[in-house]
């Protein structure tokens, strides 16, 4: 085949008997390709090993026994050992007068199957370079036997259940909570992104802060520094609130829009005047705030020129106060914010008493008053020192922040009150997880059920196992009965995974187990782990959104899967003329399946997951353009060529369809605004991210069909050469063709990092995406040594791409994508490895579990079929009128 893209579609994979037919197709070349090299034909069964085992008379019953004692000595050899062993064993010589030493010369140095050796190396003169190359294709035979998915989905599921026990009890100790998280830890990411220690924290508009401070006050009292957070904090809410009058006096704040009241109280020091302001909110309910913000130190290390006695006051002030913010915490949410240091090569003659060191023991009195009092309401706001620490050399005079440390810490603040009451997707600190719905309650009952037949099922199979024959071939057996399982065991061994998986997705991004953090990029963080990707695809290689560069290239990539939509489901409805509605089915319930189970368990739209419903409403088209009367294919146009103009007329009625939809965005919204398409496209109300996300690859899924029609066509004519190592075209028309491809591929990477803004970029995306693609596909695939080289590496995960692509919104990225889920906090490297192993792991499980549970709800009748469409639409309806319920006020 020409198009090799490494990311099939997954919704090609074929039926069982299809399947069956292109395993028996490969053996059969694999075989006619064996006798053409002077090689034997293998039978079924043989491992290509011991090719004259049975030459000698007798020797065919004692063989197995001495290869079965072998077997289990090896099997007591230790893993490590064994790969180290298969990959020494071509640099071990055996003695001269051994059997193996006799057999040398009569055994083949390129072995077959798996273990084969590199063409290259093959012809290399130097002996070393065979041997690398015999050592490198043992080993990975090695690791692929004792490292298989099995074992790494285990691992996986050990590694899920360990970290959810951990951080279950993590959550028992007192102040490991996400609100004290928010107020007391955290880092820059880069120059002036805070990310709190492991909690997601909002970035507030002002629509939101007023929306949360409706009818309410915050009051702040203290001394200068107390006086530029309230600065920032009133700046969230009106921007254009400016820092104005006198410094040392009160200074009042009103929205009466929303009925904020912000107030600034002048009280520099810990003393009567301030014990007296709190006592009169602890005790009159009338004019008390719903927030307040208390912090005082610097003001008395310079009155008292530092001194002991000073600091003795303080602590017994506070130690005063104590009392009254502990009765205040009661109703209202008290914050004390404790000092931050200085930068003491830039503070004034007048205050150079004030070091770090007076501000620690300051810190350290009101911390040992604070703590221990018996109110646990009281927090401590720690993390504007953190902030500080990193920012302080930017300061004016040394003793004040600079303006953005201010801003981050009066963010903070803001999702200390707003994120319990906002409940932002992308604001984790501070909130708790959302009551689960209806449906949702409904889906976690079914799994419960499930998850529990599943099991009870496992362990009868178990003990029917214990109860067979001694001396029986059980593992055969297993596998037979495993085959020849009822679909109704099939399908609950499929629900009761499902079940598994779907609470490892509800507890990563809608409990509060797991942490989360925001998304920020770096290059370091992109590149590195496409590079470790790369490495690991060549090593299995067969001879046979901020980044606007990257941005465009993953946009690349997402086009190019829909034109392989467009180039698989063309060729297919063209080769075999099956439009029959089992293939649709099968399709749709391949592509829907993930994200509708999604929907209900995780509580969002259909269009939330926008590349399922664009890939499911691009099949229909091209179905419903080539099963339209007059249905051409390809065994009908071989006829005439007629049929040839004909499909092309289809193509182009569709090409002025898309120019007309897509610049009538009033007919296309009318299209998709109907019920109960609405039900589907619908996000946040309106259609515009549906119509923004059809628009963006509008013309890349007919190019996919078109590419595969020439093709097809060349194909048919023999116009190609696809025999293994020839080029594709004739040399000179090969040459050109690769050139032009290559430039062209350089061109649009230069494009997309010259490209100013993402609204540019977006608007000349649709018309030159092919570009890149189609040179891709020409580079790929003209010179002969490039086509019969791939990864099964990333062919396996082509396998799965589709489950890849929605799997990563809730358990690799968190926060419905704008956030990364931690399952390891405090160590990047070592959480983005865990949790993409275990991404990788359920993605691949998710893809099984949909293949069998299609082969069994997909019947072949039709009437069975037609039946069970009707239950399909029945639940669905169901859930409509949940939905509504749900949504009623």
């Known amino acids: 085949?020409?198009?090799?893209?490494?990311?099939?579609?997954?919704?090609?994979?074929?039926?069982?008997?299809?399947?069956?037919?292109?395993?028996?197709?490969?053996?059969?070349?694999?075989?006619?390709?064996?006798?053409?090299?002077?090689?034997?034909r293998s039978e079924p069964g043989d491992t290509g090993e011991g090719e004259g085992a049975g030459a000698e008379g007798g020797a065919g019953t004692a063989e197995p026994r001495r290869r079965a004692g072998e077997a289990a000595a090896e099997a007591e050899i230790p893993v490590w050992r064994r790969l180290l062993l298969a990959a020494l064993q071509p640099w071990r010589r055996p003695p001269s007068d051994s059997p193996a030493a006799e057999g040398r010369a009569q055994e083949p140095l390129l072995p077959t199957g798996p273990a084969r050796v590199p063409a290259a190396a093959a012809r290399c003169c130097h002996g070393g370079s065979k041997m690398a190359a015999l050592a490198y294709t043992r080993g990975r035979r090695e690791i692929n036997q004792y490292f298989s998915v099995s074992s790494a989905k285990g691992l996986a599921l050990a590694a899920v259940l360990l970290l959810a026990a951990g951080h279950a009890a993590l959550r028992h100790y007192p102040g490991h909570d996400s609100c004290e998280y928010l107020l007391s830890s955290g880092r820059f990411l880069g120059e002036k992104v805070w990310q709190p220690h492991s909690c997601m924290?909002?970035?507030?508009?002002?629509?939101?802060?007023?929306?949360?401070?409706?009818?309410?006050?915050?009051?702040?009292?203290?001394?200068?520094?107390?006086?530029?957070?309230?600065?920032?904090f009133v700046k969230i809410i009106n921007p254009q609130f400016r820092e104005e009058g006198n410094k040392h006096e009160n200074i009042p704040f009103r929205d009466r829009g929303a009925s904020v009241k912000v107030d600034f109280l002048w009280h520099p020091e810990v003393n009567a005047s301030m014990k007296q302001r709190l006592r009169a909110w602890s005790e009159e309910p009338a004019g008390r705030p719903d927030v307040v913000v208390v912090g005082a130190a610097t003001w008395s290390i310079k009155a008292h020129n530092g001194s002991d006695e000073a600091l003795a006051q303080y602590r017994t002030n506070i130690t005063a106060l104590a009392p009254f913010l502990e009765k205040l915490a009661r109703t209202s949410d008290v914050y004390w914010v404790l000092q931050d240091p200085v930068y003491e090569d830039l503070l004034s003659a007048s205050r150079r008493m004030i070091t770090n060191e007076k501000i620690r023991a300051y810190n350290e009195a009101a911390v040992g008053v604070l703590n221990g009092s018996a109110q646990a309401r009281l927090r401590l706001f720690r993390v504007s020192q953190l902030i500080a620490q990193e920012t302080i050399m930017e300061s004016v005079d040394g003793l004040?922040?600079?303006?953005?440390?201010?801003?981050?810490?009066?963010?903070?603040?803001?999702?200390?009150?707003?994120?319990?009451?906002?409940?932002?997707?992308?604001?984790?600190?501070?909130?708790?997880?959302?009551?689960?719905?209806?449906?949702?309650?409904?889906?976690?009952?079914?799994?419960?059920?499930?998850?529990?037949?599943?099991?009870?099922?496992?362990?009868?199979?178990?003990?029917?196992?214990?109860?067979?024959?001694?001396?029986?071939?059980?593992?055969?057996?297993?596998?037979?009965?495993?085959?020849?399982?009822?679909?109704?065991?099939?399908?609950?061994?499929?629900?009761?995974?499902?079940?598994?998986?779907?609470?490892?997705?509800?507890?990563?991004?809608?409990?509060?187990?797991?942490?989360?953090?925001?998304?920020?990029?770096?290059?370091?963080?992109?590149?590195?782990?496409?590079?470790?990707?790369?490495?690991?695809?060549?090593?299995?290689?067969?001879?046979?959104?901020?980044?606007?560069?990257?941005?465009?290239?993953?946009?690349?990539?997402?086009?190019?899967?829909?034109?392989q939509t467009g180039y698989g489901h063309f060729s297919y409805f063209w080769i075999k003329g099956d439009?029959?509605?089992?293939?649709?089915?099968?399709?749709?319930?391949?592509?829907?399946?993930?994200?509708?189970?999604?929907?209900?368990?995780?509580?969002?739209?259909?269009?939330?997951?926008?590349?399922?419903?664009?890939?499911?409403?691009?099949?229909?088209?091209?179905?419903?353009?080539?099963?339209?009367?007059?249905?051409?294919?390809?065994?009908?146009?071989?006829g005439s060529c007629v049929w040839h103009v004909g499909l092309l007329m289809k193509l182009a009625s569709l090409f002025l369809c898309i120019c007309f939809?897509?610049?009538?965005?009033?007919?296309?919204?009318?299209?998709?605004?109907?019920?109960?398409?609405?039900?589907c496209f619908e996000l946040n109300g309106n259609i515009y991210e549906w119509w923004f996300r059809w628009k963006l690859d509008r013309y890349v899924v007919f190019h996919g069909m078109l590419f595969a029609f020439v093709y097809l066509a060349l194909q048919k004519r023999q116009v190609l050469s696809e025999g293994k190592g020839e080029p594709l075209l004739p040399p000179r028309v090969a040459n050109v063709l690769l050139f032009v491809s290559v430039v062209s591929f350089l061109t649009y990477s230069i494009w997309a990092s010259s490209c100013k803004t993402k609204a540019e970029c977006n608007e000349l995306h649709p018309a030159v995406s092919v570009v890149q693609i189609l040179a891709?596909?020409?580079?790929?695939?003209?010179?002969?040594?490039?086509?019969?080289?791939?990864?099964?590496?990333?062919?396996?995960?082509?396998?799965?791409?589709?489950?890849?692509?929605?799997?990563?919104?809730?358990?690799?990225?968190?926060?419905?994508?704008?956030?990364?889920?931690?399952?390891?906090?405090?160590?990047?490297?070592?959480?983005?490895?865990?949790?993409?192993?275990?991404?990788?792991?359920?993605?691949?499980?998710?893809?099984?579990?949909?293949?069998?549970?299609?082969h069994v709800l997909i019947p072949t009748e039709s009437a069975v079929l037609w039946k069970r469409l009707a239950c399909l639409a029945a639940f669905f309806s169901a859930l409509l009128l949940l939905s509504s319920v749900q949504g009623a006020p």
């Open 400 to 563: 004040h922040l600079p303006e953005s440390s201010r801003e981050t810490s009066a963010m903070i603040l803001m999702n200390v009150c707003c994120n319990k009451v906002v409940r932002p997707v992308d604001g984790s600190c501070c909130r708790a997880p959302p009551a689960p719905t209806l449906t949702q309650k409904l889906a976690a009952a079914f799994f419960g059920l499930s998850v529990a037949g599943g099991l009870a099922l496992r362990l009868l199979q178990r003990l029917r196992r214990r109860r067979a024959r001694p001396g029986a071939d059980v593992e055969g057996a297993g596998e037979k009965r495993a085959a020849a399982a009822a679909p109704s065991e099939v399908a609950l061994q499929a629900c009761c995974k499902l079940g598994l998986i779907m609470a490892y997705f509800y507890l990563c991004d809608r409990a509060d187990l797991f942490m989360k953090e925001g998304k920020f990029y770096r290059h370091s963080a992109f590149f590195t782990p496409i590079v470790y990707i790369l490495v690991l695809g060549l090593f299995y290689n067969d001879a046979a959104k901020e980044f606007l560069p990257v941005y465009m290239h993953i946009r690349v990539l997402v086009a190019a899967y829909l034109f």
């Open 579 to 638: 439009f029959g509605i089992h293939r649709v089915c099968q399709v749709l319930f391949r592509l829907n399946f993930l994200v509708v189970v999604l929907c209900i368990v995780m509580d969002r739209p259909y269009q939330f997951y926008y590349f399922v419903p664009l890939v499911t409403v691009w099949f229909l088209v091209i179905y419903v353009t080539l099963a339209l009367w007059p249905q051409i294919t390809q065994k009908k146009a071989n």
């Open 201 to 232: 924290m909002h970035k507030y508009k002002v629509s939101e802060a007023k929306n949360c401070l409706i009818d309410k006050h915050i009051a702040f009292i203290g001394d200068s520094r107390i006086r530029q957070l309230f600065y920032s």
């Open 661 to 679: 939809l897509a610049y009538s965005q009033g007919a296309f919204e009318k299209i998709f605004s109907l019920w109960p398409l609405s039900k």
């Open 776 to 854: 891709f596909v020409l580079i790929r695939n003209i010179p002969g040594y490039a086509r019969s080289v791939y990864s099964s590496f990333f062919a396996w995960f082509g396998k799965i791409s589709l489950e890849l692509f929605i799997c990563q919104y809730h358990i690799w990225l968190a926060a419905d994508t704008r956030g990364v889920l931690v399952l390891i906090p405090g160590s990047p490297a070592l959480n983005v490895t865990v949790s993409t192993f275990v991404f990788v792991c359920v993605a691949h499980e998710v893809s099984r579990i949909t293949n069998d549970l299609a």
């Open 1 to 40: 085949m020409l198009l090799q893209v490494p990311v099939p579609p997954p919704d090609e994979v074929g039926s069982p008997t299809q399947q069956q037919e292109a395993v028996e197709a490969q053996g059969g070349a694999n075989s006619a390709s064996a006798q053409a090299q002077g090689r034997p």
